[in-house]
Each structure stands twice: as C-alpha cells, then as structure tokens.
T-cell receptor, first 117, second 113 residues
Framework: AQTVTQSQPEMSVQEAETVTLSCTYDTSESDYYLFWYKQPPSRQMILVIRQEAYKQQNATENRFSVNFQKAAKSFSLKISDSQLGDAAMYFCAYSPNYGGATNKLIFGTGTLLAVQP | AAGVIQSPRHLIKEKRETATLKCYPIPRHDTVYWYQQGPGQDPQFLISFYEKMQSDKGSIPDRFSAQQFSDYHSELNMSSLELGDSALYFC????????????FGPGTRLTVT
C-alpha cells in the first residue's frame, strides 16, 4: 500500500526566515507524482508545487522549492522569505501515474505552519 | 481563470436524511475526484470519474453514490446520513496534459445533527 508520512505536526518560523517541511512516502511504483498542497484557515486546498518522479531536477515555484530524494523516498518543501500569508496547514500528497488523468491523491497528515511576525 | 464550483457551500441535515452535493469542474477538464476531510484530518479519496465513467473507488460507504453527467458535472448522493458523515467534501478536477494536477473546489461543509 502507498503511504505518505509527515512527521512534523506543527512548525513555526519567523517572518522572512526559511523553513523546511518534511515528507516521506512509501511506494513500489517507479512512476508517480508528488505534490505539496496548502490549506489556509479558509480550508481551500491550494496546489503549491508539483514534482514528477522521473525528473531529477527539483521543482521550484518562486519562494517554494522541494528537495526530492527518490532513493530515500523523501520529498521536503522549503519556504524561503516566509510571509504571514504562508501560515497554513501543508499537506504532502502522492499520486501514482497509471496514465491518463485518473490518479487519486494520497495525503499525509499535514504540518501546521505558524509564521511569527 | 475559471475554477471548480461546488454547491451548496454549507449543508445541515439530520440523521437518516439524504444529501446531494454538486460539482462543476473546470471547463474542458474530463476527470472529477471526490474527497472527504473530517475534522482535523487529511482528505480521503472517495471516488473518481473519467469521461463520465467511474475510474477509481476509495473508502466510499455503500450509502454514498456518485455519477458524472454528460456536461461533466458530478453529483455525490449521500443517504441515511450519520453523525460521522459530518465533514468537508471536496471536489477536484483535472485533465491530462502529459502531466496532471488536481484543482480543488472550495468544498461543501456538511453538518449532520
């Protein structure tokens, strides 16, 4: 069975500092996607960043970047220059790539990030 | 840009009643997913549809059913509601562009009393 583990239930960071959220996953598949979703107090699920397993290059989206270690099955999210608006629950998610657009997401339990002014 | 639309946004039902949640995917998206997020929990996959056919099924109770219509909107029907069904229900949509991403709607908050 495929599982996603986030071992940090809560994290805190000072405004303008950098924080790294951890995620590990377990799968026997070789082709899959990994995602980080942000869920602010509004409860909207917002896609932060996507990583294809076959790509060795780590994905980057503005202040957000990932460290993807396929052999270690690790997928951490780094948030640089943290802003108050980054405060939210962050979910790591895995999706097998069976082809087409029919791939369900398997979520971790989330990390609640607080940003201190 | 158009987003996923869910209705209603809030719904209050009593035990043993029936509820219907609706989802309108982003235009041209051909796949719809339903997720359930209980209080303090991560979203759990319920069911998905691709081109109006059920494509995958997760931990969806037998009391729930869903379908995708010809205009690609989807409905989640929930019968004999229980207190434990109180949750946030998300619909997400996607399209295969050689990669894919799921875009989530704002969710329907269901409260069963």
């Amino acid at each position: 069975a495929q599982t996603v583990t986030q071992s940090q239930p809560e994290m805190s960071v000072q405004e303008a500092e950098t924080v790294t959220l951890s995620c590990t996953y377990d799968t026997s598949e070789s082709d899959y996607y990994l995602f980080w979703y942000k869920q602010p107090p509004s409860r909207q699920m917002i896609l932060v960043i996507r990583q294809e397993a076959y790509k060795q290059q780590n994905a980057t989206e503005n202040r957000f970047s990932v460290n993807f270690q396929k052999a270690a099955k690790s997928f951490s999210l780094k948030i640089s220059d943290s802003q108050l608006g980054d405060a939210a629950m962050y979910f790591c998610a895995y999706s097998p790539n069976y082809g087409g657009a029919t791939n369900k997401l398997i979520f971790g339990t989330g990390t609640l990030l607080a940003v201190q002014p | 840009a158009a987003g996923v639309i869910q209705s209603p946004r809030h719904l209050i039902k009593e035990k043993r009643e029936t509820a219907t949640l609706k989802c309108y995917p982003i235009p041209r998206h051909d796949t719809v997913y339903w997720y359930q997020q209980g209080p303090g929990q991560d979203p759990q996959f319920l069911i998905s549809f691709y081109e109006k056919m059920q494509s995958d099924k997760g931990s969806i109770p037998d009391r729930f059913s869903a379908q995708q219509f010809s205009d690609y909107h989807s409905e989640l029907n929930m019968s004999s509601l229980e207190l434990g069904d109180s949750a946030l229900y998300f619909c997400a949509s996607s399209i295969d562009r050689g990669y894919y991403e799921q875009y989530f709607g704002p969710g329907t908050r269901l409260t069963v009393t």
